[in-house]
């Protein structure tokens, strides 16, 4: 354990061999261990979570582009008339809630909660053609580690 502990924290993903024919990976790891100002950094430590991270951006750019093309962009209570397709803050942000659930739904991620209250949807002030988010998701972690302790009584004869 300690040797591939050693392995995993110098940027190496570890692995078993069973019966000679069946590989597992133990771990997926990348070499990224410290921030930009060089304080220790987990976030990016496990390959999991870059590569949810990289579905998430894939999946929101995909139904944004896929639901709304040639939209138009307005603000909030603008009234429009019926059959046009218009994009709004309000409905930016409703769209990425929808896809939030969708992705709480494939187990990426957990917290609507917290991802709802932390959500921000505007119009850039610099473009007016641009609606901008900021998305906070919380992923769902890796099941790395598991730790149980027993404890337990000797019954003592009654005498």
Request: hydrophobic share 40%; with cysteine.
């Amino acid at each position: 354990m300690t040797e591939n502990n050693s392995l995993l924290y110098d940027g190496i993903s570890t692995f078993t061999v069973d019966s000679g024919s069946v590989v597992r990976i133990q771990r997926a790891i990348s070499m990224y261990q410290k921030n930009g100002v060089g304080a220790d950094d987990i976030a990016y430590l496990d390959v999991n979570t870059l590569l949810t991270l990289m579905y998430m951006r894939y999946d929101f750019r995909n139904t944004i582009l896929t639901k709304y093309p040639r939209a138009k962009l307005a603000d909030d209570g603008v009234r429009v008339g019926p059959g046009q397709q218009v994009m709004t803050p309000k409905l930016g942000k409703a769209e990425a809630i929808a896809i939030f659930r969708r992705w709480e739904y494939l187990g990426l991620a957990e917290n609507i909660t917290q991802f709802k209250n932390d959500l921000q949807c505007v119009r850039s002030i610099s473009d007016p053609n641009r609606l901008e988010w900021i998305l906070p998701p919380d992923l769902i972690n890796q099941f790395i580690v598991g730790a149980a302790q027993i404890q337990f009584l000797l019954q003592s004869p009654v005498v």
